[in-house]
């Protein structure tokens, strides 16, 4: 039997454990990447290692969230990036480079290369036939350490792509066909392989798109063949000497089997408030639309704004409607610079953005009240915008182009542009000036919003407390720990985790602080798929520092229930879905024997207000057990 391209990359890069579905292993990895939103306690983690030097092949630091620097804050995190890179062997792109996952995929990442990066949209690295995974901060620390990064050896879904995309039909419009298969939720420890005829047809570019929003599946990575396209894309990139050919074998057996024809879609939309709320554009038509942002690290590569130039080119936007548009990398800004890509944009009235994430995180352009907003980024998490009246659409650049011209939800292929001619370039503008290389001759410098990443004790004899709140389903870590305004207190973990929960329950961290400082442990109590979107490890951070020992949820997401048992918070899963129903916000709870429960997995959680029993399973691994008992990652390493 032959083997998938997901397990002929994690074979080569096995380092214990055995290889068989649904077994934990540990890989190597071989380029790990940060972003300055989660980068700064990642390095003040790898910090508190005492290693001089990163130990793996290639580490990237990226600035491209907190990039407007309203205050002080940013402006310091960058500066001790910067120092912090330098010191410990980091190739820093400075702010106004580009959007990391852009970037990345132009300048850096490889085929059959492991990739691990504390972003959840790491996997964009997939449409070039990398291994590549988002994960929390910490774990990415320690891959820079040349500490294996443990997974579940994955399922493997195959997606057979036929036929080729009509005209006005884009990637985004797959990848939100796929979504529409699958969802949000359900696909843990599971891998998206795309092959067949169909695959031939996509760019790179294009096929990065969809690795990208693979992530709101919910999946580790998804991946594409290294075939005579990425060769002609890293030729266009002078990187030719990095290819290597790369597919699953002919025969080769999956755990599942999706069939797409790429000629049967159209246009789609994710609706409000989830990527997986799809319908499609027709339906929506003639729907009010008051702002479209083009961009994102989904899509805002050359080929994506050429595309919405090119329809509108000769028109006006509505004058009931804000453009913007955001170049996803310096490289994107100056090839539509020299094309006139861009003198076409501004005289359709385009206002041109940063090359950074901005609008995406909700950093900027927020929508106004119950205004509507297309947009080509791949969440529209219920306040994520910084607008919890707005509703957002995920589009296609086609789509949102075209309803920018018409002011109301538009099918593209009504346009009178011709976009047949529009392909990827044999050779991009390279300028990699913005790089930093390590000199090693910096001295680490640190404002004062930049701490300690907070360390958790070991678990206790006795864990005993509240419940301190209790959620449905599909909480993001948006939910969980706002972006946006906030984003500049991430290195200020006292000062963040005042913001906790701020979009369910603003009174959150005074309940949970209140209970911790009478010294009790904190619950939190949730629905399905807790922790899904972004792999801010803050959502496990902050909560931590808060007094939480516990999340007690009918379902858990991949990044964040590492990031959980990485800063002490035992992840624990109803045995029974409908126990959770009987808990109420502020019941007394208990666990029984908890250390004990650890090594056998099985828990016991008393809710001694209602004097029920309820059992629990822990959702970790034999590694993430013996992380849980210690308290953390963090007192393991330092051990």
Do not use: W
Request: glycine residues 10%; charged residues 20%.
């Amino acid at each position: 039997m032959g083997l998938t391209q997901c397990y002929k990359i994690l074979s080569a890069h096995l380092v214990d454990g055995e290889l068989r579905t649904g077994e934990s292993i540990k890989i190597g990895i071989d380029q790990t990447l940060t972003q300055d939103a989660t980068g700064t306690m990642a390095y003040l983690e790898f910090e508190s290692m005492g290693i001089d030097k990163v130990r793996n092949e290639l580490a990237l630091s990226y600035v491209d969230h907190n990039t407007v620097q309203v205050g002080f804050e940013n402006a310091d995190d960058h500066e001790y990036l910067r120092t912090v890179a330098d010191k410990k062997g980091v190739i820093y792109s400075r702010a106004g480079n580009g959007i990391c996952h852009q970037v990345h995929l132009e300048r850096f990442a490889l085929p059959g290369k492991t990739l691990l990066g504390s972003d959840s949209h790491t996997p964009t690295a997939g449409g070039i036939g990398s291994f590549a995974a988002g994960a929390g901060g910490l774990d990415v620390a320690l891959a820079m350490a040349g500490i294996p990064f443990s997974i579940i050896a994955p399922r493997v879904v195959g997606i057979h792509l036929t036929g080729a995309l009509k005209p006005f039909v884009s990637a985004k419009d797959v990848i939100l066909k796929v979504l529409e298969r699958f969802g949000v939720k359900g696909n843990v420890n599971t891998v998206f392989e795309y092959y067949g005829d169909g695959v031939k047809t996509l760019s790179v570019p294009e096929r990065a798109t969809i690795a990208n929003m693979g992530a709101e599946c919910g999946v580790t990575t998804s991946l594409f063949p290294s075939d005579e396209n990425t060769l002609a894309f890293l030729k266009a990139q002078g990187r030719e000497e990095g290819f290597v050919e790369l597919s699953a074998d002919p025969d080769a057996v999956y755990d599942e089997i999706f069939e797409l024809d790429l000629s049967s879609i159209e246009p789609l939309a994710a609706c409000p408030h989830s990527p997986g709320n799809i319908k499609t554009v027709r339906e929506l038509s003639g729907m009010a639309v008051n702002q479209v942002l083009i961009g994102s690290c989904t899509n805002s590569s050359y080929m994506d704004l050429k595309k919405a130039a090119t329809i509108l080119r000769g028109h006006h936007i509505a004058p009931s409607v804000s453009l913007g548009v955001a170049p996803g990398s310096r490289e994107v800004l100056l090839m539509i610079t020299e094309d006139g890509t861009l003198d076409t944009l501004i005289k359709a009235g385009a206002r041109i953005l940063e090359s950074a994430c901005g609008f995406c995180i909700g950093n900027h352009q927020s929508p106004g009240t119950e205004s509507v907003s297309l947009r080509t980024s791949n969440r529209n998490f219920y306040a994520r915008s910084g607008t919890p009246s707005a509703n957002v659409y995920l589009v296609s650049p086609e789509t949102a182009a075209f309803s920018a011209i018409t002011g109301v939800f538009s099918d593209p292929r009504e346009s009178d542009a011709d976009l047949s001619g529009i392909t990827m370039p044999s050779s991009f503008i390279i300028d990699d000036s913005m790089f930093i290389k390590p000199a090693f001759s910096e001295e680490i410098k640190r404002g004062p919003n930049i701490g300690e990443p907070p360390v958790n004790t070991p678990l206790p004899e006795k864990v005993k407390g509240h419940a301190v709140i209790k959620v449905g389903e599909k909480i993001t870590t948006d939910h969980i720990m706002p972006a946006g305004a906030r984003l500049k207190y991430r290195s200020n973990i006292p000062r963040y985790s005042e913001f906790v929960f701020e979009s369910v329950d603003p009174s959150f961290p005074a309940r949970a602080a209140a209970y911790r400082d009478k010294g009790e442990c904190g619950f939190i109590i949730a629905g399905a798929s807790y922790g899904q979107g972004s792999s801010r490890e803050h959502a496990a951070i902050c909560p931590m520092y808060l007094g939480i020992r516990a999340v007690c949820a009918v379902s858990i997401e991949r990044i964040h229930q590492a990031n959980l048992c990485n800063f002490g918070i035992l992840p624990l899963l109803f045995r029974n879905e409908e126990d959770y129903e009987k808990i109420d916000q502020g019941d007394e709870l208990e666990l029984l024997n908890p250390r004990d429960a650890v090594v056998s997995g099985k828990f016991i959680l008393h809710d001694i207000t209602k004097g029920l029993e309820i059992p629990m399973d822990l959702f970790a691994s034999e590694d993430q057990r013996r992380t849980l008992l210690a308290g953390g990652r963090l007192n393991e390493v330092k051990a």
